[in-house]
Each structure stands twice: as C-alpha cells, then as structure tokens.
C-alpha cells in the first residue's frame, strides 16, 4: 500500500522560511516523479514544484527563486525548502508522486503572516 506522509506545515512571518517533507512508502520511489501542489482557500490546486525521477526541476513563476524542490531516494523524500515567504504562499501543501498512476499526500497547512 502506498502511503505519502508530508510534514513541515506551520505558522510563519513574511520573509520567513519552512521546509516540507514527504516521506514514501509502499513504492519502488526512485522511479517515480515528484511534486508539490498548493490549494488556497477558495481556489483551486496548483503545482507549485516538480522533480523527475532524474533530479530534474521545474517550477510556477510564482515561486521561483524562492522554493526549491529535492529529492532523497535513499530515504525516500520530495522536500520543498521555501525561502522568503509571503502572504500569499498561505495554502494546504499537498504532496505527489507519479510514474503510470499518481498519489497524493494527505496536505500540511503553511500560514505566512505576522
């Protein structure tokens, strides 16, 4: 059974920083691709991050220069080290992984504000 367990969510001041984790189980993880998702209240989910299964990036405009996105296949993690958080980065984190079928964590709640 596959599992994806995401921690790291909190509260946090403009400009500050959190680092989200996503531990995997239930999977052969370097195989699969990975990516982090946010969804605002009130708005849909959007991809914010991914990471190939060959370490490749990508990221939303929003984000860029501030968020990165890594990879542990040792310990079988896609983490997301967020850098110089604003307001409008508060949304739920969802956490997935992906080859020919996809899965999704269960969220952590990132708050930015003062």
């Known amino acids: 059974q596959v599992q994806l367990v995401e921690s790291g969510g909190c509260l946090v001041q403009p400009g500050g920083s959190l680092r989200l984790s996503c531990a995997a189980s239930?999977?052969?993880?370097?195989?699969?691709?990975g990516g982090w998702y946010r969804q605002a209240l009130g708005k849909h989910r959007e991809l914010v991050a991914t990471i190939t299964h060959c370490g490749n990036t990508a990221y939303a405009d929003s984000v860029k220069g501030r968020f990165t996105i890594s990879r542990d296949n040792a310990k079988r993690t896609v983490s997301l080290q967020m850098n110089s958080l604003k307001p409008e980065d508060k949304a739920v984190y969802y956490c997935k992984i992906w080859n020919s079928q996809g899965y999704w964590g269960q969220g952590t709640q990132v708050t930015v504000s003062s």
């Open positions: 239930g999977i052969f993880f370097s195989t699969y691709h």
